[in-house]
């Protein structure tokens, strides 16, 4: 059973920066994707970021473009998702997702292992 922990979320100005992490257990990670997706108060669950753990490929939501980016510690686990230059607009729960592959969908629907989330807030 995979399980995914979030981390890192928190409360911050406009333009500050944040990092989450996501921490997978459960299985071997070869041929595995994760993904960040984000849901704001009266919205529907949106793709942010993607990444491939095989590759190293990454993949990002026009929005957040430029201003996020994803690494990985691979020695733990742990792919990351740095914030920066963050925006009223960007508050919501951030969740991280997994699937077995080497293709990121952007729609949750498609993946099937869950974090519990982690509230990002930021003030204007």
């Known amino acids: 059973q995979v399980q995914l922990v979030e981390s890192g979320g928190g409360l911050v100005q406009t333009g500050g920066s944040l990092r989450l992490s996501c921490a997978a257990s459960?299985?071997?990670?070869?041929?595995?994707?994760m993904g960040w997706f984000r849901q704001a108060p009266g919205k529907e669950r949106e793709f942010v970021a993607g990444f491939v753990w095989s590759s190293g490929e990454t993949y990002y939501a026009d929005s957040v473009k430029g201003r996020f980016t994803i690494s990985r510690d691979n020695s733990k686990n742990t792919v990351y998702l740095q914030m920066n230059g963050l925006k009223p607009e960007d508050t919501a729960v951030y969740y991280c997702a997994g699937r077995s592959g080497t293709v990121v969908p952007r729609t949750e629907v498609w993946y099937g292992d869950w974090g519990q989330g982690t509230q990002v807030t930021v003030s204007s």
């Open positions: 459960g299985r071997t990670f070869s041929s595995y994707v």
